[in-house]
């Protein structure tokens, strides 16, 4: 496992990931982080005055005891409350303005997005960092009426993170989600993340790099494949092949 902190005069150091999702919440805002682990976040969020109180919940009982040991550790429960909770079952509506949820696969995070929505609508942001399925978490996104105010891509022990910050609830403008593109825009938007291309983003430039030339060699060793299978799977390595050309096309 990553290791998330070094200590240095009482103070936590967190990875540059964790780090990244306490620099995105609203200074002064309360925060509910669902799935805290350790709870490394939530300390971060009051040591450094970013949030007067925080709620960490999780599912699992053992990280939820070792946060309420770190907790400890840095004398911060008078600040830091920790909840037994599934998503945000054990949340109530307006304890927080903002939300923290990172580390898990992008298929749970929706889960917990659509079984807590009524509660969600009540925050002002929500902090996400979904692990995996990123195309279809922004389209659940888009679909689902929230705004991506912000997103950010960080490369970090040999892997690629993203990181959003959403309002809930939030009509989309033109400048965000471009309502007025064409389908393939936003198939494109949806897989590589619109904010990142407008802004040419240079981490999301080499992650873009790195994909293409990761899915020629692939489509390569594909060519003398006679199978169907083969053969399906040649054509979705050379529709994403495009993709990825088209992408590249925002940093010319």
């Known amino acids: 496992m990553e290791r998330e902190r070094t200590t240095e005069k009482s103070k936590l150091v ?13 200074p002064g805002n309360r925060v509910v982080d669902v799935g805290c682990d350790h709870g490394f976040v939530a300390i971060q969020l009051v040591q450094q ?33 920790t909840r037994l909770s599934d998503g945000l079952a054990a949340y109530h509506a307006g304890e927080a303005e903002t939300m923290v949820c990172a580390g898990m696969g992008g298929p749970l995070m929706m889960r917990i997005l659509q079984e807590g929505a009524r509660k969600v609508a009540t925050m002002q942001e929500l902090i996400l960092q ?9 389209r659940f996104l888009r679909e689902e009426g929230y705004r991506i105010l912000e997103e950010n891509i960080l490369w970090e022990e040999e892997k690629y ?36 291309l407008q802004r040419r ?19 390569g060793g594909l060519s003398e494949n006679q199978t169907k299978r083969g053969q399906e799977r040649l054509m979705e390595l050379v529709q994403e092949k495009e993709d990825l050309q088209r992408a590249l096309l925002f940093y010319a």
């Open 49 to 81: 005055g970013s949030s007067p109180t925080v709620i960490a919940m999780d599912v699992r009982k053992g990280p939820l005891s070792r946060a309420q040991e770190h907790i400890k550790e840095w004398q911060l429960q008078d600040y830091i409350e």
């Open 201 to 219: 983003d240079p981490i999301l430039r080499q992650y873009l790099q790195k994909s293409l030339k990761t899915t020629e060699q692939i489509i």
């Open 14 to 26: 967190l990875s540059r990931r964790l780090q990244a999702l306490v620099d995105m919440v609203t």
């Open 130 to 138: 979904p692990q995996s399925e990123l195309p279809d978490f922004r």
């Open 161 to 196: 993170y993203f990181l959003f910050r959403v309002a809930p609830g939030a009509l989309q403008d033109d400048s965000v989600f471009n309502a007025q593109g064409s389908d393939d825009d936003r198939k494109l938007y949806d897989k590589y993340g619109q904010l990142l």
